[in-house]
């Protein structure tokens, strides 16, 4: 593990690092290089199977730098019961991603006429130097549910796709980011850097340097700290990978596993219910989920299913003598399956007649 900074860009990231007037500007309201965005799953306890990837990462910037207005800043998600109007902070701008290409970083310019009524603008402005790892950003797109299913990656997730923005909101527990406003690790930008300089009227070139010889010997210093706590890690990952795991981290892989395989069902579920055209797809894949349908039985009921809510597939009714008995015999073989799926045994016996006559033909 190696990590190098000339002389300059030591100087710079002690000033972006240490100086607060570098990510909170009260003089003009405005908070710089605040975590929008992050690559990586949802957070914790937020259980949609959604993911954020580079591609989302690179819509949302396209997007958002598109406006020059900026992207709206709101109070919170707005919900039916609150006051919208109210919720407005601001416009977020200068939208852009760390050297890493990880995480997206925004400046919040708080309006004016919040800072002067409702007491909002001023209470983010000091959390932000209090304790901004106490809230977060959230953000409020419109999906692309199509590109989304088309992208689902192999953990059963569906990356986020985006065709809008309407805003993002300051919240207390945001899905997306993490470590708060400032994240807590994000990479050192020499851009921001060069920023504070210039907002400071001061020429980045002519910043106060450190001696040579004195920057040299604090990196050398700071290298064999860094190279020393990666080699500790790899004796601790050593020893850990000897240890035989816990009968309470058996027991959490296999729940883990469990509701893996769980969410993968229900996915699955909708999307069978979905792609077969019911207008009903939402209510019968819950039904499929509560009953413990597997993905096996709900196929092979399918063709029954579909043909039963064509009405032009249905009998007239049976003849006084039931030639359909062995139809029947058959429905009730399975009658609690069929029943948990919402197949009648009218529907299930005009179905088997309408299959039977179609082969015949």
């Known amino acids: 593990m190696n990590v190098t900074l000339t002389a300059s860009e030591n100087c710079l990231q002690a000033v972006y690092q240490n100086n607060g007037l570098l990510s909170v500007d009260s003089e003009h309201n405005v908070l710089r290089g605040v975590v929008v965005l992050q690559v990586g799953n949802l957070n914790e306890p937020d259980d949609r199977?959604?993911?954020?990837d580079s591609v989302t990462l690179d819509q949302v910037l396209s997007i958002a730098s598109r406006d020059p207005k900026g992207i709206r800043?709101?109070?919170?998600?707005?919900?039916?019961?609150?006051?919208?109007?109210?919720s407005f902070l601001g416009r977020w701008r200068n939208f852009r991603k760390t050297s890493d290409g990880l995480t997206l970083l925004a400046d919040l310019h708080i309006s004016k006429?919040?800072?002067?009524?409702?007491?909002?603008?001023?209470?983010?402005?000091?959390?932000?130097?209090?304790?901004?790892?106490?809230?977060g950003v959230s953000m409020a797109p419109n999906l692309n549910k199509e590109e989304m299913q088309?992208?689902?990656?192999?953990?059963?997730?569906?990356?986020?796709?985006?065709?809008?923005?309407?805003?993002?909101?300051?919240?207390?527990?945001?899905?997306?980011?993490?470590?708060?406003?400032?994240?807590?690790?994000?990479?050192?930008s020499v851009a921001d850097a060069t920023d504070y300089f210039s907002?400071?009227?001061?020429?980045?070139?002519?910043?106060?340097?450190?001696?040579?010889?004195?920057?040299?010997?604090?990196?050398?210093?700071?290298?064999?700290?860094?190279?020393?706590?990666?080699?500790?890690?790899?004796?601790?990952?050593?020893?850990?990978?000897?240890?035989?795991?816990?009968?309470?981290?058996?027991?959490?892989?296999?729940?883990?596993?469990?509701?893996?395989?769980?969410?993968?069902r229900s996915i699955e579920l909708f999307s069978l219910a979905e792609n077969a055209g019911f207008e009903d797809y939402q209510a019968r894949a819950?039904?499929?989920?509560?009953?413990?349908?597997s993905v096996e039985q709900v196929k092979s009921m399918l063709p029954a299913m579909m043909s039963a809510s064509n009405p032009l597939?249905?009998?007239?009714?049976?003849?006084?003598?039931?030639?359909?008995?062995?139809?029947?015999?058959?429905?009730?073989?399975?009658?609690?399956?069929?029943?948990?799926?919402?197949?009648?045994?009218?529907?299930f016996v005009a179905s088997m007649k309408a299959t039977a006559a179609q082969s015949e033909i």
Request: charged fraction near 30%; aromatic fraction near 4%; avoid cysteine.
């Open 49 to 52: 199977p959604l993911t954020i």
């Open 73 to 86: 800043a709101r109070w919170e998600h707005p919900t039916l019961d609150s006051d919208r109007l109210s």
């Open 113 to 135: 006429t919040v800072m002067n009524s409702n007491g909002r603008g001023k209470w983010v402005l000091g959390m932000a130097e209090e304790d901004p790892s106490a809230i």
């Open 150 to 188: 088309r992208d689902l990656n192999d953990q059963g997730l569906y990356p986020v796709r985006v065709n809008s923005l309407s805003a993002f909101d300051i919240v207390d527990e945001p899905a997306a980011t993490r470590g708060g406003l400032f994240g807590d690790s994000t990479p050192f």
């Open 199 to 264: 907002r400071q009227g001061k020429n980045p070139e002519e910043a106060p340097m450190p001696d040579k010889n004195e920057a040299n010997a604090a990196i050398e210093e700071l290298q064999g700290r860094v190279d020393g706590m990666a080699s500790s890690i790899n004796e601790i990952k050593a020893m850990l990978s000897k240890q035989q795991p816990t009968e309470e981290e058996v027991e959490l892989a296999k729940k883990q596993e469990l509701s893996k395989l769980e969410r993968e």
């Open 286 to 293: 819950e039904k499929w989920i509560n009953s413990d349908l």
């Open 313 to 347: 597939s249905k009998d007239a009714g049976a003849p006084a003598d039931d030639p359909d008995a062995s139809i029947k015999a058959e429905y009730q073989s399975q009658l609690s399956i069929y029943q948990a799926a919402g197949v009648s045994e009218e529907d």
